[in-house]
């Protein structure tokens, strides 16, 4: 139940093409859900957050859609180009027991790469 | 303003040896996570710690495994007698209070452990 199931693995779109990646979760309590980027050899950094009271949130070319009823939520990255080559995470948290969501539940991670 | 800083960047260990993995959060910081990363799998849960205090630790292996966060000093995450299962990247996360009033978790650049 604490699980995020993330899809695709990896995922291989053109410059200038749309990069959709997908999440879902079980469990209800969740209320607060990140995107983060890795490149290699370094560690994630936020990208864009959103909790379960709005359905959309944009930041420049990205955007996250959240579907509460379904309790999926993806990213979307607008005009890809080939420095968002990277692997991208999704996650979740609540806040529970103390941790204040700074305990996340990260997917599987999405390898994505942008050819020129 | 120096990022989070982990020490070392890579570590290598023989089976039964100990690794020691540190971690100096952002400056103003007082709230500390630990994650590990397996190849090829997001990151997980391990501790979360304030200064002098152990807040959740149920992501830690029950044995072999311990973390502190002084008040002085760096937080230092310890694996005793060490298998071939310990590698993997270990990240540090730092965030000045609780995420849902200052919204971000920094991440250090990870310490890799080999055990040969």
């Known amino acids: 139940q604490q699980q995020v199931k993330q899809s695709p693995q990896s995922l291989i779109v053109q410059k200038g093409g749309i990069s959709i990646i997908n999440c879902a979760y079980e469990?209800?309590?969740?209320?607060?859900f990140p995107w983060y980027q890795q490149f290699p050899g370094k560690g994630p950094a936020l990208l864009i957050a959103?909790?379960?009271?709005?359905s959309e949130k944009k930041e420049g070319r990205f955007t996250i859609s959240f579907n509460k009823s379904a309790k999926q939520f993806s990213l979307h990255i607008m005009d890809s180009q080939p420095g968002d080559s990277a692997t991208y995470f999704c996650?979740?948290?609540?806040?529970?027991?103390?941790?204040?969501?700074?305990?996340?539940?990260f997917g599987q991670g999405t390898i994505l790469t942008v050819h020129p | 303003n120096a990022g989070v800083m982990q020490n070392p960047r890579h570590l290598v260990r023989r089976r039964g040896q100990e690794a020691r993995l540190r971690c100096s959060p952002m400056?103003?910081?007082?709230?500390v996570y630990w994650y590990r990363q397996l190849p090829e799998e997001g990151l997980k849960f391990m501790v979360y710690?304030?200064?002098?205090?152990?807040?959740?630790e149920s992501g830690m292996p029950k044995e072999r495994f311990s973390a502190e966060f002084p008040k002085e000093g760096p937080s230092i995450l310890r694996i005793q007698q060490v298998v071939r299962g310990d590698s993997a990247a270990y990240f540090c996360?730092?965030?000045?209070?609780?995420?849902?009033?200052?919204?971000?978790?920094?991440f250090g650049e990870g310490s890799r452990l080999t055990v040969l």
């Open positions: 996360a730092s965030s000045r209070g609780l995420i849902a009033n200052t919204g971000e978790l920094f």
């Open positions: 469990n209800t309590a969740f209320d607060y």
């Open positions: 959103i909790r379960p009271d709005v």
């Open positions: 996650a979740a948290s609540m806040d529970a027991g103390g941790t204040s969501y700074g305990k996340l539940t």
């Open positions: 400056k103003g910081h007082s709230h």
């Open positions: 710690l304030q200064k002098e205090n152990i807040i959740d």
